[in-house]
């Protein structure tokens, strides 16, 4: 039998010391535990930034820039990613469950101008005013800009070079030579051209290409619907007429087909035009290097051969107001200034700056797929620097910024339109009168 | 603790959390259904029935009204039939029993996304699976979403693929509580495995049935991830069901208000569909 005594060994330690030493130190601790946040809280601001690029470059790009500020300014930066898609539904309930992102990013203008509109966000024309930029990427409301766009993502037609060549075909300029060129080129296996049609965001960005190349408007600048009247309704008859035989060089599928689709279609050799922005040209390097020499740019085209456009895209960050503005605001100085062009780095050509001087910093430049690819990277600067070129979208159609188009394009109207002429064969008269009313119906 | 005072505090648990978890949260989305929202930002505009009286008198409710019951319809008649066909051979002996048992169940417990994709990458118009074989084969491409009608197939095939599983788990449970001394005076009378089905089997599974199709029925009615990820109510509405309808009015197209009332709505169909489901095949005591 033992007690306590005979426990201890000489220089040892008691059973009762240590018992009462470890409560000591529990004591201790739990003292400076229940302490700690409020101390935590007093020393560190927290902030909390909502990111949609979900690649994990993106991601990794945002965390090494958040750590690097913390340990600079001693501002901890949290980092939530999400799809797109549910962006504006995180913002938003954030917002009205008391727990808001202090910096969010969106790729929609119609969201910026509902949160701007309801005095939730601050401006940031001070960061923006610093820089000249390219067109339509700012959508100032009342002299200030409410966003820090990061990125274009214009969509154009890729084509496939080596085939060309093969069949002496040459880049084409109007309908009937990209029809040609698609039927050309669907043998082998391989399909002549991917552009989806489906009810998604894929086809809205995608398809309504040469829909803008051929002069269609979709609002007058009273917003009224002019899609159906005496001089549209003839452009969009070309357009979806012309649609519906490249839909016959198309793989089954193109009512379903999304960014995924079009992507791994035209990387893997199976198609030999599509859509898309940079992204192609990434996705070509990681899977399909060969394919990385042997493909064309070019705008989307009208029916004579005399114009050319591309799709509008873009994406930016807010900040919102909230407690944590100031800090926020001064992150977003930050960063802009000192990681902006490394997290455009994280997808090279997919980033496109919408800052004219990236183009020129030597910086930015000296990423290998930028230098690589330096001849698609002018040509895609020239695309927001020419002034022929037609750069518009569903979403920045009309007179102004505002959320109408954002419902047009949310109600996938150009899409159902395309659908009804190529899926259900109706007539082209009756598909656009079929979308404008939908269009002023969503609107109203 | 009294064992009484045990009972009402289960109770009051139950109740606490189902007010806070499932009540409120149906009584602010019916309450949200009486204004005008872009967003949840904002201040909300007094709506009354403006919204409903804008929902009933839109061409794609009833679509999307019928959409739902054809989907719901086609899917549960397949998963009924298949899920009672493959219960039936599961209750039979045969060597590995256990083993198939075990594998049918598999597609119901694989996550959603994951049958969905496999399924779309499957019959990729370019690179599927599915596409190559049909090409290989000689035979002429098929339109898997190609047509609103192909779309609607394509979509009951997949619940079917998906859900099947959950029916023959069902019934495979209850074909084990059949008396076999039924069936043994019925070989004995001289009957058909045919009339063994429909004079015992079939009538011994009604409680079960009566469940399942109820189940089913609520659930694909409801649906909403597998036409989502398959469709998203395409093409031009042909897969579009009241609760992608309500989805799209509330976070797409800015108008949470018209999204509630067509949640309501369809709550209130759903609910009066199973009062007269339960009236006409009501469940026994006994």
């Known amino acids: 039998m033992t007690n306590d005594k005979t426990m201890t060994k000489p220089g040892g330690v008691s059973r009762r010391t240590l018992i009462k030493s470890a409560g000591a130190f529990g004591t201790v601790l739990a003292t400076g535990t229940i302490g700690a946040p409020a101390v935590w809280g007093q020393g560190k601001k927290t902030i909390r930034f909502l990111n949609t690029e979900t690649s994990i470059d993106s991601i990794r790009a945002l965390k090494v820039a958040c750590a690097e500020y913390e340990k600079q300014f001693g501002t901890q930066v949290i980092v939530d990613s999400v799809p797109l898609d549910d962006a504006f539904t995180k913002v938003t309930t954030s917002l009205r469950g008391g727990q808001p992102y202090d910096i969010a990013t969106f790729a929609f203008v119609g969201h910026v101008l509902l949160l701007q509109a309801e005095g939730q966000l601050m401006p940031l024309t001070e960061l923006t005013s610093k820089h000249k930029w390219g067109p339509k990427i700012l959508f100032p409301v009342k002299d200030e800009v409410y966003w820090y766009p990061y990125d274009y993502n214009l969509a154009w037609i890729y084509y496939r070079k080596d085939l060309y060549e093969k069949h002496g075909l040459s880049a084409p300029k109007s309908y009937a030579e990209m029809l040609k060129n698609s039927q050309t080129l669907t043998a082998d296996g391989r399909f002549g051209s991917l552009f989806p049609i489906g009810s998604n965001g894929a086809t809205n960005w995608l398809a309504p290409g040469f829909m803008w190349a051929e002069g269609v408007k979709l609002f007058d600048d009273k917003w009224n619907v002019t899609l159906d009247n005496a001089e549209m309704a003839p452009r969009v008859t070309r357009y979806l007429d012309f649609f519906a035989e490249l839909y016959k060089t198309m793989p089954s599928g193109a009512s379903q087909a999304s960014f995924g689709e079009v992507l791994s279609n035209f990387s893997s050799d199976k198609v030999g035009h599509a859509a898309y922005a940079g992204r192609i040209i990434e996705a070509l390097e990681r899977n399909a290097p060969k394919l990385a020499t042997q493909y064309g740019i070019t705008p989307y085209m009208d029916s004579t051969g005399k114009a050319k456009a591309v799709n509008h895209g873009y994406d930016g960050w807010v900040v919102l107001k909230t407690p944590n503005s100031d800090e926020s605001m001064k992150f977003m100085k930050w960063f802009t200034e000192n990681q902006y062009i490394n997290f455009l780095h994280t997808a090279p050509l997919h980033f496109q700056p919408p800052r004219l001087d990236v183009y020129d910093d030597p910086r930015w430049r000296a990423h290998p797929l930028i230098e690589k690819h330096k001849e698609a990277v002018e040509t895609m600067r020239g695309f927001i620097t020419d002034k022929s070129v037609i750069l518009t979208s569903i979403d920045t159609e009309g007179p102004a910024p505002d959320l109408r188009p954002g419902k ?20 082209s008269a009756e598909c656009i009168k079929t979308a404008a009313d939908k269009m002023r119906k969503l609107i109203a | 603790m009294s064992s009484k005072a045990t009972i009402y505090g289960f109770l009051f648990v139950g109740l606490a959390v189902t007010l806070a978890l499932i009540v409120a949260p149906a009584v602010y989305a019916v309450s949200l259904s009486f204004y005008q929202m872009d967003s949840f930002v904002g201040a909300p505009k007094w709506a009354g029935f403006a919204n409903y009286a804008a929902v009933l008198q839109a061409p794609e409710f009833w679509r999307a009204l019928v959409n739902g019951a054809i989907y ?163 093409p031009v509405g042909a897969t579009e069901n009241l609760a992608i309808l309500s989805y799209r009015h509330a976070f797409n197209l800015f108008d949470i208000g018209g999204g509630a009332a067509i949640a309501t709505i369809s709550f209130a169909l759903l609910s009066v569909a199973v009062l007269i489901y339960f009236w006409v095949f009501p469940l026994e005591d006994d």
């Open chain 1, 408 to 427: 047009v394009f949310e109600g996938f109207v150009i899409p159902e339109m395309l659908q009804n002429k190529i899926l259900k064969n109706m007539s």
């Open chain 2, 72 to 234: 719901a319809l086609g899917s549960i008649v397949f998963q009924v039939i298949l899920g009672i066909g493959f219960a039936l051979v599961l209750n039979e002996t045969f060597p590995g029993r256990n083993l198939v048992r075990g594998l049918s169940i598999l597609p119901y417990l694989l996550p959603t996304v994951v049958v969905i994709l496999t399924f779309k990458w499957m019959v990729d118009g370019g690179i599927g699976i599915v596409t190559k074989a049909v090409e290989a084969m000689g035979l002429p491409p098929i339109n898997w979403f190609e047509s609103p009608g192909a779309a609607m197939a394509s979509t009951i095939l997949v619940s079917v693929w998906m859900w099947t599983p959950f029916v023959t788990t069902c019934f495979l449970a209850a074909l084990q509580t059949v008396p076999q001394s039924l069936y043994e005076a019925a070989r004995v009378d001289g009957t058909t495995a045919v009339q063994r089905f429909f004079h015992i089997t079939l009538p011994m599974l009604k409680p079960i049935l009566t469940v399942v199709v109820l189940l089913r029925a609520i659930w694909m009615f409801n649906k909403f991830d597998v036409i989502w990820l398959l469709t998203r109510g395409g």
